[in-house]
């Protein structure tokens, strides 16, 4: 066992007669082969897999109402399913159910580009969507490490490497479709940019992790590309002057589209797995977006910056292949660091600290890691004061699991005692739930639960997740 | 009667065994003057006052549990009033209750200048706020017309001149206090940028219109002030090509910091009110934030757009006196419009569209009131597809505000009709009930609607406002 699993993993009944409905209605796009549910089971958290009972593949708001509908005629729970990145197990059936995959629901159903908005069902990826945009001269820049799906992102208020200019999901949703635990359908937001008309369900949608509803559509904001692009890298002596770099660069309001910490071993598992030769040193990745002089410009202040922190040498990647080879390595560190131990899992920390208190954290925790036996190179979107620690693990070595969660255990605290937060973009899902109250208080995570109650009151919709349920 | 009351105006009993409890609690801080009352039951809306039972003067998160704790023991409704300065009703006490005054709550908490927060008490207001960072070096943007109270702008997620570059309260709100309808005090949010860590509270509370609870405290984010600040003004011969030369400025990306648009009508209203000489056309007001150089830049992007859009000339204001006065001017513009036509009230309309649609929108919304006999200049915030009518009536002549209500309503239909919002910052209050259910469907207001019975199930907190109550 990787993990254990939390106790309110008690299966619910799964009736033949929703089995046989489900089929009456979906044919050949249901199955509850074990492969398939297997598949639907697991994510890319150290959790062991909880199988769904069956998966249905939706490819329409219809088709998610009427699995919805069956599933609570039935007393079933459902599990939206996108791409299987989430790192906190929120796609694991700890109760049973249904898993709903949303990866054929992939189509982007309009692009305004005048408006900067594009409208998509959440089963496409980022970069699908990004390719789609490829001839509108417009981007979406939300970006996780993984290629997660949109509606996977819009669900746990994912960011990513551009939110320091871009801000995160919270920011970027204008409004969304929504199917909720009795089959009702309801549509928030509008294409407008602003509103101030009643209650804001976007943004309560938006990171509520299947635990409300199921997202069937969301219209994003969109960018124009950029006119000037220009990406660099630095090494520093130590961590501490790294992140003072970045924290300057922040406080005297540079409009930085990116800015990542990568330390020596992550930059280590890197180089090996993306055939780079940067130098092992604890190292910051930066792009600039705007016009050439202002491009220019920014590129100049930080460039000041980074040396007067004991940066050693600034180097340019401008030419496009350049940069792309560059965010390519950077958005598969994970997978790299996974690479630096053969075999291993990771548990993956995700704290967000007041970017004030974000060396003082970092530099802690270095000390932290330093001190466990477990290699755990550390990358960071620290331009929003956020950074990941992957702790490696022998899946085999229960004594590792402990170590690692001590190390995360610690450093969550840290992060609270700072006023940050547990998580900066993962979510919560089942790995955070006891960090939440800490975080928010008993009274605050009873106002959420009053909501989920009130929303689903059998508790239907991705059960067990985020806090637990009490009546 | 300026405005027919909406129907939910059933007063509550106000016993006096609760007057008593809050004598005993607060001692001169209660007031049941008529004179205190009148103040609070009114707002800048057309509306008819309506008296609230009793004023509480709070100084304290404590001090607003226990006026909230003992209206609740009554049966009683609160009211939280900042600054009065709605222009939706949302301060008439229509089924009585007890209004809670947050104007001596006004400190600023602490500022954090590192992380570019600060931490304030709700009734400080927007003017106040800025004068307290001056030293700083820093900024709160976000502006409203009237020097509102951040606690109202807050409640009714407001925006403003600076919205098209900064964002509206929703994007600047980080965390919030608040005082729920059983007394219970929660905190939201944290100083963290960002976050993953549950249900989005803090932006179920922006925009909640005091109807969820009482705001007690607010972490907002700050800005750098700009290195450099350029204003200009540009007059065009139709509202079109105004707009349109908005539209390209937007959809191609320039970081503009301000964009509003004033008919030659409201024009004359600010020459008047403020002795400025603008030119009687309608007119584009800019304000461009950034380094030296990328002022230039942006400025004359904008400056050659505005050019292809037949602008007639491109006037700037470099110095700080100079764009001062044109701000102040046109934060003024309401009041300025008012004095077009004396002893009248305004509709005030607030719809919010998708910018590609917005020189549709204008230009039809023209033509409505060039049909129509009332007086009725336009501004708006057109980077952001928002823009606002002030219908101007005399409250003496029921059929002027009929007339006003037909234009607001065409005017409404057609902002929805586009994918809009019927309000982009002033909030729904009792005027866009009606719309709210129109722009959003049943199933979304029934959504909120179970929202509110979790959270105030006895329908205490600003009742009567947003939605009507049904049980």
């Not at 980022?126 to 490490?145: S, W, Y």
């Not at 004030?356 to 620290?382: F, K, Q, W």
């Amino acid at each position: 066992m990787n993990h254990p699993v939390p106790p309110v993993s008690v299966r619910r009944p799964f009736p033949p007669a929703l089995l046989a409905a489900l089929q009456q209605a979906f044919g050949e796009r249901v199955s509850t082969s074990e492969a398939v549910r297997a598949h639907h089971g697991r994510d890319e958290s150290p959790f062991d897999p909880q199988l769904p009972d069956a998966v249905v593949f939706a490819q329409s708001t219809d088709d998610v109402c009427t699995a919805v509908a069956l599933c609570a005629e039935h007393d079933v729970p459902v599990i939206p399913y996108g791409n299987g990145s989430s790192l906190e197990g929120h796609l694991l059936a700890i109760q049973g159910g249904v898993s709903i995959d949303l990866s054929a629901m992939n189509r982007v159903l309009s692009v305004n580009a005048e408006d900067l908005t594009v409208t998509v069902e959440p089963g496409i990826s980022r970069k699908q969507l990004n390719e789609a945009l490829r001839d509108t001269g417009l981007f979406f820049p939300i970006d996780p490490g993984a290629d997660a799906s949109i509606g996977g992102m819009t669900a746990t208020r994912a960011s990513g490497t551009n939110a320091v200019r871009y801000g995160t999901m919270r920011e970027n949703v204008l409004g969304l479709t929504a199917v909720l635990a009795d089959g009702r359908v309801i549509h928030t937001g509008s294409r407008a940019r602003k509103s101030s008309a009643g209650y804001d369900l976007t943004r309560l949608f938006v990171g509520s992790e299947g635990t409300l509803g199921v997202i069937t559509e969301i219209t994003l904001r969109l960018y124009p590309q950029p006119e000037a692009v220009s990406a660099a890298v630095c090494a520093f002596p130590s961590m501490g002057d790294a992140v003072r770099a970045v924290i300057e660069t922040i406080q005297i309001g540079v409009p930085i589209a990116r800015v990542e910490f990568v330390d020596s071993l992550a930059i280590k598992a890197i180089n090996r797995h993306s055939n780079l030769t940067l130098q092992e040193s604890h190292t910051l990745f930066f792009e600039f977006h705007g016009t050439d002089a202002s491009v220019k410009e920014q590129a100049e202040l930080v460039q000041d910056l980074a040396a007067q922190n004991h940066g050693e040498g600034f180097e340019w990647a401008t030419r496009p292949e350049e940069r792309s080879r560059l965010w390519n390595a950077r958005h598969n560190a994970y997978f790299a660091m996974l690479q630096l131990k053969p075999g291993c899992r990771a548990v993956t920390t995700d704290v967000c600290v007041p970017i004030s208190r974000l060396a003082e954290c970092v530099v802690e925790t270095e000390r932290d890691l330093l001190a466990s036996p477990l290699p755990c190179p550390i990358v960071g979107h620290v331009g929003d004061g956020n950074f990941h620690v992957a702790i490696l693990l022998d899946p085999d070595k229960p004594e590792e699991l402990v170590e690692a969660e001590r190390l995360n255990e610690r450093i969550v605290q840290r992060a609270l005692r700072m006023n940050g937060t547990c998580t900066g973009e993962h979510g919560v899902g089942l790995h955070k739930m006891g960090f939440l109250l800490e975080e928010h208080g008993e009274a605050a995570i009873d106002v959420m639960r009053s909501i989920k109650h009130a929303l689903d009151p059998r508790n239907l919709m991705n059960p067990g997740k985020i806090f637990a349920w009490t009546a």
